[in-house]
């Protein structure tokens, strides 16, 4: 079991990388929350799948703007301060959430707003934080490292949205945002524990702009980034019917509020579980091949979800897809993250988080709108059969990431 079990050695040593994990666990159970109550709260005012899907859409460029904002930022200045002002700028858009959520005859326009400013407060921390985990790990560290920010992820995802189920169906939509605004607060006091974290040393002075316009050529020279970024898009662009979820806990399951929170936590539950047993994982060499058939498992397990209309089969296949997802996540940035150089690692991390944000965004719309063109079954079928192909081509046009093996 040693050699299978995750390797705890980090969290246990290293004390910077202990308090980020647990004030990312605390902030992510927060999120979990906002993350079935937008959508709930959209569905419930439109009645519509295709609105959930279009508010993603319009929190994408927000989120993408963001993140390549706090990229740039990531790479010239102390990432501490960073963090610390993108915990106090979403806890009072938090604020501004639940204020809209008791006024009389809620505001759509103003919920869509403060979700596209959570978004892009969201975007502009993510690559700081996940720019940081290398430099506080080290090398030799990093699968450990990613493999245990999954298990904090995982947890939270569970939790979040089982915490939303309940607190939709015994309080008040408005809790669920002070319940979040809070969990930013405790981030801001793990934040300030933190030691200094400043940039990589010769960064020149340049830009904005210019910053961010090198971070994309540095991509567009990369061949390892740009196959990474292409694996993960595929999967959550076609794969991942996060959208549909109100339908069907509403529609197919003829389910409520803890329905819907089980669908939310069910690929969370699966990925806690397996990124426990990613011991075996820094034993395998050919880690292109496995993101590859990972990518394949998750996308099969989707099909079935959209094929078997029963709540326990439907929550045990996205718990499968949900384990596949971790194995993929946690190879593909130890990859990423040993191709790229320092200089660049922030604003490749802001390109990552644009794209693993971002695709799971144009997804929901993809999906939203196949459903509505024709059914939501057929959406979540199509799509899961789409991420198949996908990464198979995907396989087959860069060889060199299938056959590839590590050092």
Excluded at 112 to 135: N, Q
Excluded at 216 to 237: E, G, I, K, P, W
Excluded at 270 to 277: K, P, S, T
Excluded at 323 to 330: C, L
């Amino acid at each position: 079991m040693a050699g299978l079990l995750v390797d705890w050695r980090p969290f246990r040593t290293n004390r910077n990388f202990r308090l980020i994990v647990t004030g990312q666990l605390i902030s992510l159970m927060g999120s979990g929350v906002v993350q079935v109550a937008i959508p709930y709260q959209v569905f419930r005012e439109t009645h519509s799948s295709l609105w959930v899907g279009l508010i993603s859409l319009i929190q994408l460029p927000f989120l993408i703007g963001g993140a390549l904002l706090g990229g740039a930022y990531g790479d010239r200045f102390d990432k501490r301060k960073l963090l610390l002002i993108g915990a106090i700028v979403c806890a009072f858009v938090d604020g501004g959430l639940a204020i809209n959520a008791v006024v009389h005859g809620t505001h759509f326009p103003v919920l869509v707003l403060f979700a596209a400013l959570m978004s892009g407060a969201a975007g502009f921390t993510g690559p700081v934080r996940s720019s940081a985990l290398p430099s506080i790990l080290g090398p030799d560290d990093l699968i450990a490292g990613y493999s245990l920010n999954q298990v904090v992820l995982n947890f939270a995802s569970v939790a979040g949205p089982s915490l939303a189920g309940l607190i939709i169906a015994s309080f008040q939509l408005r809790d669920c945002y002070l319940f979040d605004a809070a969990t930013f607060l405790f981030v801001f006091a793990q934040t300030l524990r933190i030691d200094s974290l400043p940039p990589a040393a010769g960064i020149s002075p340049t830009s904005l702009r210019r910053a961010i316009a090198d971070g994309f050529r540095y991509v567009r020279s990369h061949a390892v980034a740009q196959t990474v970024y292409l694996a993960d898009l595929n999967a959550m662009v076609f794969g991942l019917p996060r959208a549909l979820f109100p339908a069907v806990a509403l529609t197919l399951y003829h389910g409520g509020p803890r329905t819907l929170g089980l669908l939310y936590a069910a690929p969370a539950a699966g990925g806690l579980v397996f990124a426990l047993l990613t011991g075996w994982v820094e034993r395998v060499k050919r880690r292109g091949r496995l993101v590859v058939l990972s990518i394949v498992g998750y996308g099969v397990a989707m099909t079935l979800f959209g094929l078997v209309h029963v709540l326990w089969f439907g929550l045990l296949v996205l718990a499968i897809a949900g384990g596949m997802d971790v194995i993929s996540t946690v190879v593909r940035n130890t990859i990423l993250q040993l191709a790229i150089t320092d200089e660049f690692r922030s604003r490749i991390s802001a390109i990552q988080m644009a794209v693993v944000q971002g695709g799971p965004r144009l997804g929901d719309g993809e999906a939203g709108l196949v459903a509505s063109l024709t059914t939501t079954e057929f959406s979540i079928v199509s799509g899961g059969l789409a991420c198949v192909i996908g990464v198979a081509y995907l396989a087959w046009r860069r060889r060199y990431f299938w056959t590839a093996t590590s050092d």
